[in-house]
């Protein structure tokens, strides 16, 4: 049987999307073994963040809400380690607040490992400087519990520890809080604006992930948010702003490349979409059999 | 780094490509055994942290034995809850589901309508002109105040689309279409970079990369002779 | 007593009651009953988390019949009845800031659950290679327009097309935005209507009611 030859435009309308797949890992691998160092421009919805972060004050007492799953952390990571780094380094009180149990394995990577030896620099401490509350947020009437009567709804910190006697005595109620900061992949955001924001009219900022960006612009807005970090992109921006750099620039080759990838197999799709697949069907629909 | 460290690295990076494996098209005892790993542990967390979380199981235990009687009733009507499962006394479980969608129903509503209704309706519909901001403010809230009602306006369906309706109608769905273009981009970018954030966990410090690169070609290898011997399939769990 | 828990007329009243609880003090200062509201809210917080009791019983119920009738699969289920009491026994017995519990958690639980998201990342590079075509000018609007966005978002495009972002961010801020905020007035009229009829007694589904009437 003669095998009938495959022509450059059937091929881009018909081959095995698994070298999609393929190609997008060598892609996002390829420039991490072999770093390229592309350039990047600060957007005005980072400056924002940025200002907003920068006018704390020391001593100012700082909602950290991580809502987010331990792949969320993933892509809010760069947002979230320079941020924390402005906050460290600012001198404000940070209650960090977990809304999804794995916020738990987040926490550990992030104050035992990625913040660690920053934290020494500046000798900013657990139990004066931060604390970690845990999974205070399971759901929204936990959230609403926790902020209406806080010193009787959190007593204790993520590992049971008693909480009196630390800069939390001063939070009665979402009011005392001076701003939220909050990390979300929108899963188990349980109510922040709704009960806080909304209630107590306490300012909040929030990086979400590039699915809930949409959701997120449209609070700011309505100036529901003051601020809003897009994603990877924001952190990778925020990164060069404070000159800190780290995961997000590093990300920010293989997420160039990645992209570029998308936009030329839309352009081949199309191209094998009107070369081969339309004439195809037309020949189908006036072939006499 | 301890041994324990050490292995908890090695074996997260060939179960995670262990997890890629569904990516090949087939079932593959791989991509079964990583699927099963996850949901276990997964369960396990959740119920560790349903029972250590603030207002959590062990919270409501640990304040009934300092005399705290509120938690009586949460103890009484989160067991009534376990009822659902048994279809003949299931009817049992209709009050602690009564109780909790009430509270839920009045927290929510009560905020709802003014974050995602008034105040988004209020942010459309705002001066258009405002002199100090100029005229991309002008094109930027005029843009967005037909969009919203040229799209709502598509979604009418009560009545027959005719008319100046069928125009708005008409200019919504093509504003729609073009929004949904750029929506898809900004999910896309998320997608993306959860799988960038990723790969890079397990590409820095540098010393992982042999293994990533070592478990991402033994995981491949594996999965080509399990199906050119036609055991990938059979030995999956579905 | 099963007539209470079977009356469709005071199972509506508990939730009509308890809603009223929480919606009134939000508009009118009422102190005591603010307090209780709290309480309530509280009590709400707690029966909420016992309901994971159920979902670890249905998943044992499930693998059960999977490793009873030797389906497909079975040996897995073993293996996940396993893992997960080990872990849950792990997690109560030396508590989830044990070495154990932890290396667990960093082992299985945080690789697989980046991977099962990543994989949304191969999907939609492949879904929008297949589908993305022209078809129609509403096709090739939202072609240019994700094309756009996409180019932009790159922050390599910065250097060589840097006349692209205000194009690009008046397609995400502007029309994004206002989709977005279409769809959640709209989403949020048609739970108020929802909500109305659940408290009405037109919808009492949730409540096991139209089962027994069928």
Known sequence: MVEKKVSLLQWMATYDQRWVYLILFLVVLGPMVSPIGMPISVSASTRNWYEKVTALKKGDIVLDSWSTEYSGYMELKPGLLATHRMLINKGVKLFVCLGHPEGFAVANVVFEEELKSYMDKHNYKYGVDYIILGYVFPNVASTIAAVTNFQDAVKTDWKGVSIKGTFLDRIKTGADITMIVDFTTGAGNPGLIDHIVLRFGTPMIQNPIGVSLPGALANLDAKLLQAVLASARGGAELEYLIREPGPGLIMMDAFSLGHYMVIIFIIIGNIGYFGWTKRERARERTTIR | MDLLTYLSVVLAIFIAFCGFTTLYGKGNPLYSWAEFSYLATATAMSVMWSWTATFGVRYAIQGLIRGELIWVPAIILGILMWFRVYPKYSYLSRVSIAFTMGIALGWGLRTSIFTSFIRQISATIVNLWVPEYGIMYFIARTTIAVSIITMMSFFIYTTEIKGPHLWSATIGEYIMYTAFGAVFAQTFMGRLSLFVGHMQDYMFPVWKQPYTIGAALLVFVILLALDKKGLAQKLAAA | ?214
């Open chain 3, 1 to 214: 007593m099963s007539w209470f828990f079977k009356s469709k007329q005071i199972q509506l009243s508990i939730l009509v009651f308890f809603f009223l609880v929480g919606f009134v003090p939000y508009f009118f200062k009422m102190p005591p009953v603010e307090d209780f509201a709290n309480n309530l809210t509280r009590i709400a917080a707690v029966v909420g988390n016992f309901t994971i009791v159920i979902a670890v019983y249905s998943q044992w119920r499930r693998s059960l019949r999977f490793i009873r009738e030797k389906r497909k699969g079975w040996a897995y289920h073993i293996y996940l009845l396993i893992l997960m009491s080990m872990m849950i026994i792990i997690g109560f017995t030396l508590g989830e800031h044990h070495t154990a519990y932890k290396w667990l958690v960093s082992t299985i639980v945080t690789p697989l659950s980046s991977v099962f998201y990543g994989i949304l990342a191969f999907y939609m590079s492949s879904a929008c290679a297949r589908a993305f075509r022209a078809r129609s000018p509403k096709a090739a609007f939202l072609i240019i327009a994700g094309c756009i966005v996409l180019l932009y978002q790159a922050p390599l495009t910065g250097a060589f097309l840097p006349g692209i972002e205000p194009y690009s961010l008046f397609l995400t801020d502007n029309l994004g935005m206002a989709l977005s905020r279409m769809f959640a007035i709209a989403i949020v009229t048609g739970a108020i209507i929802l909500n109305m009829r659940m408290l009405l007694g037109r919808e009492l589904a949730f409540l096991g009611f139209a089962r027994e009437e069928s």
